[in-house]
């Protein structure tokens, strides 16, 4: 096929993507460190994660092995991420490693809860109520008035920690 203007690509060349060898090397490393990642973790997580069976072996026996032997097991490892799509593992890694802040959210939707039952009474008890039927309403209404109370006398909260352990056990969020 002649192209008409020498100047520009082809049809075929527009399509072709180039990457430097610099980049090629800088995924490369990402995946040995993803798997270096995963080395790390104990077997029983490592059992969650969505590996191909010849990659979690790889693993397994990189665990055991140390420095050298281990070294080589780890460009192994990059070696066999290539020819895998990485975001499944990646994002199970990113799930692991942000448990504190799910906590802490979690935590936090608990205390916003706690505080709309003691502002709003009855009310915020009902919609509680119906998201979950388990909890009870008299000790729910009984705690939220003696925390009004506590409130208005500037006493110590010692009612509103009730609540929000009364919310926590009984998994409200």
Request: proline share 3%.
């Amino acid at each position: 096929m002649t192209r008409r203007n020498k100047q520009e690509p082809s049809r075929d060349e527009a399509n072709i993507i180039l990457v430097s060898r610099s980049e090629m090397k800088r995924k490369m490393k990402a995946l040995q460190a993803l798997g270096e990642e995963l080395v790390k973790l104990s077997p029983a997580v490592l059992a969650k994660f969505p590996l191909k069976n010849i990659l979690r072996i790889a693993i397994t026996d990189a665990q055991r092995f140390s420095k050298e032997a281990k070294r080589r097991q780890l460009q192994l490892i990059g070696k066999l991420m290539r020819t895998i799509d990485p975001e499944p593992i990646q994002a199970a890694l990113n799930l692991l490693n942000n448990k504190h802040g799910q906590q802490t959210i979690k935590l936090q939707k608990l205390e916003r809860l706690r505080d709309q039952v003691i502002v709003e009474g009855d009310k915020a008890i009902d919609e509680v109520l119906k998201k979950h039927p388990s909890i009870e309403r008299q000790t729910l209404r009984q705690l939220a008035r003696q925390a009004r109370k506590e409130q208005k006398d500037n006493k110590q909260a010692k009612a509103s920690k009730e609540i929000f352990k009364y919310l926590r056990n009984r998994n409200c969020v």
